[in-house]
C-alpha cells in the first residue's frame, strides 16, 4: 500500500505506560490505561506514518506483557522480526497527568531489571540485524542505566558505523539517572559521539554534559554559539534539536547542517498529552532529511510535527505527514516567527 | 462504631494486581483494573469487617505506588500504622482471567526486587511492632523469595513466639518459586513450624514439602491420616485447610484441633473472582477460634466465608459476618453434606 | 409508524435506579449505572412495544432528577403529558447485584419523602387525565406507603371504575413496608379490590395478606383452590400470577377467568437483570386480553416475556412482541410442560 | 405538563453519530460514543425544551439501529409517529474531534443510501402529515444528495405553502456534497426559496451559491449589503444566521425582517462539542418569532443559544429556556457588544 | 509512618456526591461517579496528608451507603471510631459540572431527612470523644438546617470549649438554606462566635450575616475594615478567608491575627474540580498555625492548598504538603502580588 | 523472534464490527466496543499466532476508517503491504449478544457498497500479490454479494490453481443473501470448487447447495455418507468442517482425506463470543496440514483451537498453540469421546 522508502531501525527499549486517567491521582483510580512506549518506537512510529519501513531491535520478555508490547508496536506499522524475546521483566513507567499549577508526575517501576537493561549486545544477531538498515537510531538514556547497556549501545553504534549505516542519536539526558555525576555521563556521550551522523540536542546538553561554556544568556544565542562547536568538535554532520518556551507555551525547532542554523517558526503548543513530542520532532527532521527537504522546509516540519504530537493521546506519534504540512504551511495567529 | 475485639497483625507483601477486565487477553486491553492484595492484607481484610483490630506490617516504596497501596489498605479497614517505607519498587502482577476451559493466567512483575522483599527484619521496629498483637500471621511465600526473606520471617515468628503471641503461618506452597527444589523448601518449612500455633496447609503439602507418605488414594483419607501426623511431629496445635474439587466446583474445610478432625459440609461455589478465597477461609478459622465457636461451627463457617470470595470482586474479602452466617445456616440444595 | 390500539395509563411511582456495575459492593464502586424505574412504567414500557398508547400518571420534582426521569421515561415510548411537577425528592433505590450464592442487596432512599410519595390527588387533573384512558394500572405498594397514598390510590380507582376504565391491580406486596402487620395490609387491599377488574397476585398474597386458609401444600393446588375463591369473594374477573422455583430456576404463569385456570408451560430462566419481570409476565396478560388472544396463548406470551425480562437489563421491559411469540412458540428442551 | 404552543415539524434525515471518545484517533479506539443526530431533531429538540410540540418526518430502517433512533428522538421529547420505516440503511458519520492546532475529523459512511435518502416523497402520508402543523422546516443538504432528495424536499415545501404552513430553509451548504458545482447549486436552491419564509444563510451563501456579488470586505457590511437583497429578490420574509470568528473564538448572530437587520451582541464561546450550534441559533430565531419576542431579544436570545450549544455534549441542544435567557442577560467580560 | 502531631476531629455531615462525568448533563448520563465528601472530611483528609491524626464525629445509616462511605473517608486517612450508625438516610447531591459560560448545577436530595440531620447530640457521646482532641471543626451550614442541628453543633462547640479545645468555625454561608432569612441567621452564628477560636469568613458574610457596614467598595479595603472589627466584637482570635476573582480567575488569600492583617500574593487558577477548594485553604491555615509558620508563609501555604485543590478530582484536597510549598514558594508568572 | 513457516494470504472483506456491551440492546447503549473482522483476517490471525507468515488481500476506503482497519490488522500480526485503497465504505456490522433464550441479533450495514464489494479484480496487483504464496484462502460470502464479486472470487482462486497455491474455501452458506435460490447458488459454488484443494463445509451445505440427497438422519451419518461423495464428485483433496450440538453445547470436528474420514472428540464448549469459532476451526486444520500433524492430531487440535474460540472475545482467534494443545490432549470430564 506504501511505497517503501528506506529501512530505519531503533535499538532501544520499549516500556509499558500505565497512566491515571482523568488527571486522577494514583490512589483515586480503579482503572488505568496501558500502552507501550519507548523512544525507539515513538521515532519509528511516525517514521512508518510518513511511509519508511521501520524496525525495533529490542528485547522482551516471553510473557503476556512481551506479547502485548509487540501487537501494540506491530499495531504502530513497525516491524516486530527483530525482537528478541527472553528476561524476566517488561520496564514499566506510571504516568500522573497533572492539571494547570500541579505538576504531572511519572514512577518508574522495573527500570534496570527489564529483559532489555539486562540484555547482552551478542543476544542479537547485530550483524543480520543491521544487514539493509539506512539508520540506526540510539537514545541517551542507555548510557546511564549500566555497564552493559552502555557497551551494548557501543557496541552497536560502532559496528552501524563500519557498515555505513547513518547513526543518529538523542542525547535525552536525565540528570537523576546520572546522580549529577557529570564527568561520568561527558566521558560516554562523548564516545558515543564519536559513532554519530545525526544528533538531536541542545545548548543545555552542551552545557551540563559536554561541559561546554558560554557567557550567551539568551539560549536562541547560546545555541548559535555552542552547537557548530559541538559539530565541529565531535565531528557531527547534523545536529538539531528544540528550544521550549514553558511559561508562554512556545516552541521552536533548529537544525544546524553544513555550517548553517535553521530556525523553524515559533508555534503556540497546547498539551494534551506532551510524551513523544520531542521523538516527534525527530522523526520530523529525519524524514526531511531522508526525503531531501530544503533545510527550512525540513526544521519547520519538524516543529509542526512536534506540535501536533502535543494534541494526540499516547507517546507514539500518529499524525499523517499531511495532517503535519497543513498546519507547517499554515500562516494564522497561532503561529507566528 | 465497632467493638473491638483483638489485635491481629499480619507481616507480609502487599503487592499491585493488574487486573484485564472483561475477560480479556492483555494485548487486547487498553485499560486495567487496578487494586492492591496479598495474602496478610487478605487475611486481616476479613477479620477487621468481623470487628477486630488488625494491622499489616510490610515495607512500601515512598512513591505514588506505595500511597495508593496504603490508602486502599485503609480502605479496608486494615490500620497502616505499622508500614514502613523506603526500597524502590512495589511487586506487581498482570491478571488474566480465563473463561470455561482457558485458564487464568497470572504474570509477576518485581517479584522479588520489591521494597518489602529487599526489607530487612531490622528496617521493622520488632518489638514495638508487635507489643499488644494477639496473633501475628505469616505467610509461606517468604520463605521461597531469598535468605532474608527467610530470615525476616522466621526471626519475626520467634520473637512473636517469644512474646506470646499465636503463630498463625499459611503454607501458600508455591513449587515454581522453589523451581521443586523441595529438599531446601522442607528445611526452612520445618523451621518456621517450630514456633507455630495455627497452620493453615493440605495433604498436598504434607506430601510434598514436608516429605510424608501415604497410601491412601482418597484426599479425605489422606487428610485424616496425614494432618494429625504433623500435628503431632511439629507440635501445631491446630491444623486447618481447604479440600476443592474444581471438576464439579465443591470445596470442603476441614480443622484438627485437640486430636478431632473436623469436616465443614460440601458447598457448591461458583467464581466470579477467586484469588483470595483461602485467605477468606483463614479468616473465618481465626474468627471461630477467637469468638470461641464450637470446631464444628468455626470450620462452617470458615468454608461459607470461603465460598463468599469466590462471587466477590478482588483478593481481599469483604462479606460480613452475617452475610456468611446466612449462608452457613442455610439448609438449601446448593449446599450439601 | 405504530397503530394504535388502546391508551393504557399507570398511576405509580418513578424511582431513579443507582446499579453498582460488575457485581461490586457499593463500597467498592466509584461509578454507578443510572436509569429509572418503577411498575408502571415497566408495564408501560412493554405495553407501547407491541404497539399500545401508554401514560404515566405521576408526580416527579422540578430538577434536574425530575427532568432525566422524564427524557428516559419518553425513550420508552411512554406519554409523559400527564406528570406533573412539584415536591423535592425523587425516591431511589441502590442495586447490588448479587452473585451465585451472595444475596442481591437493595438499598432505598428517600422512599417516603418523594414527589410522588407527597403529592395529593388533587394535585393531579384526575378527571381530564382518565379521560380516553381504556385501563389504568395501579400497583399495591402505594397502599403501603401512607395515609395519603392509599387515600390517592383508592379515590382514582374509584373514580375509575365510575368512568368504566378497566382497573389493574398488581399485589406487589412487600411485608418490609408493612411491617408485617397484616391486619392493616388486608382491610387496605379489601378496599382496593372493589375496584379492581384485573388483578396479579399469587396463593402466597391469598394467605398473608387476604388471609385466606389452605391446607394444600403444592403452591400448584393451593393456587387452583385459592384464586377462584378471591376472584368470587371480591368478584374480580381476572386473575393472573406466576408461580417461580428458584431452585431449579423454572417459572410457570397462571391466567384465571371465566372459571377457568390456565397454566402456561414451565420454563428456565436464568437471570441478567431480575426485576421488572414480573411487570413483564403483567404487560403480557394485558396485551393478550386487549388483542383477544385465546387464553392459552395469553398466559403463555406472558410467561415467556416474563423470561425474557431475565434477559435484558434495566427494570423495563424491552423485548418485540416477535422475539417473545418466537420464545412462546418454540419447542426446545429449555423449555418444559 | 408543558404548555403547547404550536406544532413543528422537520423533514429530514437522522444519522447516527459515532464518536471517537476523549480525542483518540479512530485508530486508537476501542469504544465509540453513540448518538442520533440530523439538522431536522436537532432545532426540534431545542424547540420541544422551549415548550413547543415537534415531530420529526423521516424514513428509518426497520431494524435496531432505526430502533435505536426512534427512542433516542423520544428521549429528546420529539414526537415520532410521523416517521415511517423501510429501506435498508441508517446514515452515519464518525467523528474525531481534534485538539488545539490538529482539526477535527468527520468520515461519513452511507450518506446516499441511507433509508431516508432512498425514499420517495410518496412514502410519507404528505397530506395527513402536515395537518395541523404550524411550521416545517428544511435543510439545504438535501438537495444536493440525489435528484430524488431534491423533489422530495421541493414537493414537500410547496405542499406546506399551499397549506398555509410557514416554511423555514437552513442553507447548510456543504461545497463537497456539490463537488462545487456552483450553478448546479443555485437552481435548486433558488426553486427551494420559491416556497421560504424563514431562511438562515450568510453572506458567504449569497455570493457562493446564489452568486451574488460585493466589493464590501467585511462581512458584516458585506451582510448589510446582500442580505437585504437576497429578501427582496427571493422574496423571503425573514432571514436570519450568524457570523462567526474562528480565530478569536467569537460569535454574533444577525435577523433581518421588515427592511431591518438586527445584530446580536458579540459573544465568546469555548467549544466542548459544536456541532449543532448552528441548529441552536436557528431554534432561537423560531422560538423569538413564535414567542412574539422583540427583534433585538430573539436575536439575542438565539445567539446566546447557539453559544451554550457548544458547551453540551451532542450534537441536540438540551439548554432550556431559562438558562439561554440567563446567558442572553447577563452583562459581563465574557460577552461584549 | 507518619510522625502523629495533634488530634484534630469535626463534627459534621458526610455527604454522596454523585456526578455526572464528562460534563454532560444527568439527563444524558447512564453512569455517574460517585464519592463521599462534607466540609468536614474535606478539612481532615488534608490535615491527614499534612501528618495529623484525624476523626470525623458524624452519624451515617447502617446500610451499603454508610458502609461505602466508612470506606471511603478510611482510604482518606481519617479515623472512622468516631462514627455513630443508625437512622436512614445518607444526604446526597447530584453535581452537573458546567462548561464556560454553562454553570454548573447541584441538586441535592435527602438534606434533611440525613442520618445526621436527624440524629440527636446525646447520640453521640460527646465527652468521651472531646477526650485527647486538640481542635474541633464545625460547619456553619449546620446552623441552617434544623432547630436539632443548631442545638447540636452549640452544645459540642460550648462542650469543646469547656474543655480548652481549639473551635474552628466555617461561615460557609448558604443563603438559599436560610430563604434569606438574615435575622434569624445573624442571632445563630452569633451563638456559635462565642465559642469560636479560629473563623473562616469574609466581608460579604459580616455583611450579610453579621449585618455589620462598610463604605468600602473595593472588597480588599472592606475586608480590612469589618474583619478586624468582627474579631473584636466577638473576641475571636483568628479569622481567616479568601477572596476569589471569578472574571479573571484569581484569588487570594488572608489571614487576621493579633491586629494584624496578612494578604497572600494573588494566584491564578484554572477548575479541575473546585468543590472542597474553601476546605483546602481552611486545612492549609490550621496546619500553619499548628506548625508555628509565620503568618506569611501560613496565608502562602493556604492559599496554594486552596489553588492546587481547584486541579484535582473530588471534594477532599490530596495534595501533599511538599506539592503546595512547590507552589507556594514559586516565582513565576502564574503567581504574582 | 518467530520462525517462519509458509506464507499464507486470504482474499476477503475486512469489516467493522460494532458490539453494544453488556448484553445490552442498541436502544440502550451509549457506548459500542469496535473491532475490525472477516473470515480472512480471523484465518490468518490465528496462523500468525502458529507461527505462519500470513497476508490479507482486500481493498479499504482510504480514510480514518481503513487506516483502524489496518493498524488492528497489523496487530492481529498480519501483513498489510497487500491492501490496496480506495472507493467509499467499509462494511459494518452491529451485533447485540443474546443472554440465554434471547438470540444474538446482527445488524448489516454497508454490506454491497463497501470498497471491498465494488472492487475490481483488476485493482489488485493478481500476479505479484500471489508470488511466493503456499495457501490462498477464499469465502463463500463473495459469491453471493454480486456478480463482480463472483468473478474477483473465481478469477483469483483460478489464478492462484494455476499457480500451483493451495486453494482453500469455506463455504461459509448465508441462505439470506442468496434469498433461498439455491439453483444460483449451486453453480457458483460448483465453479469454485473446480478449483479447491481444501474445502470446509457440512453436510447440509451438501445438502442445500450442493442439492445431494441423503436418507440418513443422523448428521453424523450424514456427513459419512455425503463427504465423500463432494469430495469425489468435484475432485477436492481434502474436507473438513464442525458438528455443533447447540441444545447440549457440544462440538465435534471431522476431517475428510484420502479415503478415510476422521472426527475429534467430543467437546463441551461455553460462549463469551462465539463469533469466529468456525475460522479458528479452519486455521488449525491448515496449520495440521502445514505441520504435517497425524490426521487424528490435526482434527483434534482444530476442534480444540474452535471451543478456546468461544472463551475469548472478539472474533479474530488470539490463543496459542501451546493453549490449544493443552486442551487438546486434555482428559478431563469436560471432554468426552
Known amino acids: 500500500m506504501k511505497e517503501v522508502n528506506s529501512m530505519i531501525k531503533a535499538f532501544g527499549e520499549v516500556m509499558m505506560r500505565l497512566e491515571v486517567p482523568n488527571h ?20 519509528l512510529s511516525a517514521l512508518s506514518r510518513f511511509g519508511h519501513s521501520t524496525s525495533i531491535i529490542t528485547k522482551l520478555p516471553d510473557n503476556a506483557l512481551g506479547d502485548a508490547a509487540i501487537s501494540y508496536i506491530r499495531s504502530l506499522g513497525i516491524e516486530t522480526s527483530d525482537i528478541i524475546t527472553g528476561g524476566n521483566y517488561l520496564g514499566m513507567y506510571f504516568l500522573e497527568k497533572g492539571y494547570h499549577v500541579r505538576k504531572t508526575n511519572v514512577t518508574y517501576s522495573n527500570r534496570k531489571e527489564s529483559s532489555f537493561c539486562t540484555s547482552k549486545i551478542t543476544d542479537y544477531n547485530v550483524e543480520e540485524v543491521l544487514r539493509g538498515t539506512s539508520i540506526l537510531h540510539l537514545c541517551g538514556i542507555m548510557l546511564s542505566i549500566s555497564e552493559q547497556m552502555r557497551y551494548n549501545a557501543l557496541t552497536i553504534a560502532k559496528k552501524a558505523k563500519q557498515l555505513g549505516i547513518t547513526v543518529v542519536f538523542d542525547f535525552n539526558y536525565r540528570p537523576k539517572l546520572w546522580q ?28 551540563f554534559i559536554l561541559r561546554m561554556e558560554s557567557t550567551e544568556k539568551s539560549r536562541k544565542q547560546r545555541m548559535k554559539q555552542l552547537i557548530p562547536e559541538v559539530a565541529k568538535k565531535y565531528n557531527v554532520a547534523t545536529i538539531a534539536g528544540s528550544l521550549r518556551d514553558q511559561e508562554n507555551q512556545q516552541i521552536c525547532g533548529f537544525l544546524y547542517q553544513q555550517d548553517v542554523m535553521y530556525f523553524s517558526r515559533t508555534y503556540q503548543y497546547q498539551v494534551l498529552d506532551r510524551i ?11 524524514h526531511g532529511i531522508l526525503k531531501k527537504f530544503t533545510d527550512e522546509d525540513t526544521v519547520d516540519f519538524a516543529t509542526a510535527a512536534c506540535v501536533l504530537a502535543h494534541t494526540t493521546y499516547g507517546d507514539s506519534p500518529i499524525c499523517s505527514e499531511e495532517e503535519i504540512w497543513l498546519l507547517a504551511k499554515q500562516n494564522n495567529v497561532q503561529i507566528e516567527r
Open 180 to 207: 549529577e555525576d557529570f564527568t561520568q555521563a561527558k566521558k560516554w556521550y562523548e564516545c558515543m559521539l564519536a559513532y554519530v551522523d545525526i544528533c538531536f540536542m541542545t545548548d543545555m546538553d552542551a552545557l
Open 276 to 286: 513523544g513530542s520531542g521523538d516527534a520532532y525527530a522523526s520530523g527532521i529525519l
Open 24 to 43: 486522577l491521582k494514583l490512589e483515586q483510580a480503579t482503572e488505568l490505561g496501558v500502552l507501550y512506549s519507548g523512544t525507539g518506537i515513538n521515532v
